[in-house]
Structures are given as structure tokens and as C-alpha cells.
């Protein structure tokens, strides 16, 4: 039995979800999400499997159809409490390939997995790839989202110090999107000048592919990172959607390893997009009591809008120095959220760089970095490792 497959559970109530949750117990990846939230989270998760157990409101075929869209090779099973045979039929059309009458049939629900994961296997021994070996999968790359509820706090020189790194070090394909859609930052730390920017992909939205991407990003001289700029315009940046934004994100997944992604403070409907449809967000934080107040005004903030953060958010500390108000381990008596690297300040360093319109690193595995810019690598490696 192969117990690796990738669940997500859709599932309204919490006596069916602990009914699923006891038939599963011995599968280690399984996601849990409600019929409300699956649309959101489906592209982050991209479950191999879907249980979806029929939704309170009765939207199950149009879930259907909208997971199968969504993940076309993804395989949805339902699960509903009443035999009705036109719904079923529905379903079925829909592209469910099979239907589980609860609490009845439940016992049939390891045995159909059984066989499924054992096709998969099979399919992917066909393809030549083994299951979890290959190191960077193609089409589900990973979206890492930098993010702080404080201004200035040193997300865009982190994110651009972070992607330029990662792709230095590594062979995976990796995009940098600047969301500050009003007043833009990856282009200073990188030196990147052009017209073109991620709003000219508006019009491609519906059918965006890596080629819309690489014609509109930037290439980074010594990395050749692609960066998509942004419009740096306050009307374009008014009338972007929240669907274009979740578009562009899920294109890029589909394209690159990893898309980092460069948020501004502001709460609003587009950076709630990306927070949601990323794997992993870096909360920006510096060593001082405003910083430590305003992550947790954007915790319950987090709470309140349900974006789940549980395993999926870690802080990093920048502007390590000397005169701090706080130290690290003043931080972690204060902050729940894990630690994932610690940056130092420095300020001589990166205003050469930013003078000389220099990345912080140019090579990989490059011998006289500055402070701030070992960190960042020393964070990518950890992460590449
Ligand atoms: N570790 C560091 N050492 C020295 N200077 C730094 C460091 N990190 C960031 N800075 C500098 O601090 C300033 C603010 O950084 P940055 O623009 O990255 O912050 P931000 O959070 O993106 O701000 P904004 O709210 O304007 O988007 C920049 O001038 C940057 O060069
Ligand atoms: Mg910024």
C-alpha cells in the first residue's frame, strides 16, 4: 500500500470530517478544506486525490467541474450521504470517476486509493520519473511570498537577494514577480529598466503560458533571474483583479520552481490573493517593539480573513545589528512563528551596491559577498539542501 498520496478532503462538516479523518489514518498526506475555501487553496495543495464529500448548499457538480478544470489530472472521488441517482449521474458526467455512499461504503474508500495509487505508479514508472525522486517537479513549482505588515522592513531587498541566490545556486528555473503594483522595488536592486511589466499580461490572462511570461519578464544580468516588473502606476495598479493576480500566479507555478513573490504592506484583495495562493510566506521582521506589534496585529488580521498560516509561515529577521532594541532571543519569547534565517544590517554594503547598480551577489558560490548577502545565501542553501 502506497500511504504517500496526496489527500486534500473537502469536507462542510466536522462529523464527516472526523469519520474521513479515522478511514485515513494511515495516509501521511492529507489536507483538510471546506467546500468555501477549496477553490482557493486547490492550486497550492495540488492534491494528487480529491475527496470532496457533497457540500451543504448542494454545489457538488459545479465543484466538480471547477476541480477538474483546475487540475486536470488530479482524480476526484465523491462522497455523499443519499443515494440520488440523477445527482450521481451529475457527478459522474462532471468528471468524478467514482461516488461513495457514507457512512455505508466507507469501508470500500482505502481500497479504491489502494488501486489508484497503484495506477499512478505505474503511469509514472511509464514516464520515467519516480514519485517523489526527481528534485524540482515539473508544473508545481513552489510560490514563496515575502511579506510584512510594516513598511521599509526590507521585503523587496530580501526577496530580489533571495531569488537572485536561489537561482545562482541552483538549476531551477526561478521567476521574481514585484507586486507593489504602485511604486514597484525589484527593479532598483537588480538595475533592471524597461517598459515592459507584468500588466501587459492582462490581456493574456485567460490563456497565459510561459511564453507570455518570458516575453514580458526581465532578464537579471548576472543570474539571468526573470523578473516580472511591475507597472509601477496607480491606475493600472486600481484596476488590476484579483483573478488576474491568481492567474499570473498559477501560470508561473506551472512554469518555474519557484516564483518569489514581492508583496507590499497593504492589505488589500490583490495581496490577499497572493498570500493565499502561496506555499510559503516570509514575514519580514526587525529587531524592534513596532515590528513585533504590527506582526501581531497581521496574525490576527491572518485569523480573521482564515488565511491559514500553520506550517506555512516563517519570520525572517533583517537588519541584525549592534543597537537593536530587541535581541533574537528577546524575538522568540515574544513571536510563536518559527525563525527561518536572520539577516544582518548593513548599511555600507548595500548602498554600494544599490550605487553601483549591483546585485548583492553575481556568481554562485561567490567569495567576498557583504554581510547581508552571505546570510541570503546561506538562507537559500539551507533551503536548497
Ligand atoms: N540587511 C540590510 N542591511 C542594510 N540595509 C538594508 C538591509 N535590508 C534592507 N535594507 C535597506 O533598507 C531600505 C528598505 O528596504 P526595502 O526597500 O527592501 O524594504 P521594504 O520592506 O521593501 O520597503 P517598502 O515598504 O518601501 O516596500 C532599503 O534602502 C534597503 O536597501
Ligand atoms: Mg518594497
Do not use: C
Amino acid at each position: 500500500m502506497n500511504t504517500g498520496i496526496k489527500l486534500l478532503v473537502v469536507a462542510d462538516y466536522d462529523s464527516v470530517k472526523d469519520l474521513l479523518q479515522e478511514a485515513l489514518a494511515s495516509y501521511q498526506q492529507v489536507e483538510y478544506t471546506t467546500s468555501r475555501e477549496v477553490k482557493k487553496e486547490i492550486d497550492r495543495i495540488g492534491p494528487q486525490v480529491v475527496l470532496l464529500v457533497q457540500p451543504e448548499d448542494g454545489s457538488g457538480v459545479e465543484l466538480v467541474q471547477y476541480i477538474q478544470s483546475e487540475l486536470p489530472e488530479g482524480i476526484i472521488i465523491f462522497l455523499t450521504e443519499k443515494q440520488d441517482f440523477v445527482l450521481l449521474r451529475d457527478i459522474v458526467r462532471a468528471g468524478a470517476v467514482e461516488y461513495i455512499l457514507m457512512p455505508d461504503e466507507l469501508s470500500l474508500l482505502t481500497d479504491r486509493l489502494d488501486k489508484i495509487s497503484e495506477l499512478m505508479q505505474q503511469q509514472q514508472r511509464k514516464r520515467g520519473t519516480s514519485v517523489s525522486g526527481q528534485a524540482f517537479v515539473r508544473g508545481r513549482g513552489k510560490v514563496y511570498s515575502f511579506y510584512s505588515g510594516k513598511g521599509g522592513s526590507g521585503r523587496t531587498q530580501l526577496a530580489t537577494g533571495f531569488a537572485q541566490s536561489l537561482k545562482l545556486e541552483s538549476t531551477a528555473r526561478v521567476l521574481l514577480i514585484d507586486l507593489n503594483l504602485q511604486y514597484g522595488g525589484a527593479e532598483t536592486f537588480l538595475s533592471l529598466d524597461s517598459n515592459r511589466t507584468l500588466a501587459d499580461l492582462i490581456p493574456v490572462m485567460h490563456e497565459m503560458n510561459e511564453n507570455h511570461i518570458r516575453n514580458v519578464s526581465q532578464r537579471e544580468n548576472h543570474s539571468k533571474l526573470e523578473v516580472l516588473l511591475s507597472p509601477r502606476d496607480a491606475e493600472t495598479a486600481e484596476n488590476m483583479t484579483e483573478e488576474f493576480v491568481s492567474r499570473l500566479i498559477r501560470a508561473s507555478r506551472r512554469s518555474y520552481d519557484f516564483v518569489i513573490i514581492d508583496l507590499p504592506a497593504n492589505m488589500n484583495e490583490l495581496t490577499y490573493t497572493a498570500l493565499e495562493e502561496s506555499d510559503f510566506i516570509y514575514y519580514v521582521m526587525n529587531l524592534d517593539t513596532p515590528s513585533v506589534q504590527i506582526f501581531r496585529l497581521v496574525e490576527d488580521l491572518f485569523r480573521r480573513l482564515r488565511i491559514d498560516t500553520a506550517g506555512r509561515m516563517e519570520v525572517v529577521v533583517n537588519q541584525i545589528g549592534r543597537d537593536n532594541e530587541l535581541t533574537i532571543s528577546d524575538l522568540k519569547g515574544l513571536i510563536n512563528a518559527p525563525i527561518a534565517a536572520e539577516v544582518r544590517r548593513d548599511h555600507r554594503g548595500v548602498q554600494a551596491a544599490v550605487n553601483q547598480g549591483l546585485p548583492l551577489q553575481k556568481e554562485a558560490n561567490e567569495k567576498k559577498l557583504i554581510p547581508a548577502a552571505k546570510d541570503i545565501r546561506k538562507w537559500v542553501l539551507k533551503k536548497l539542501s
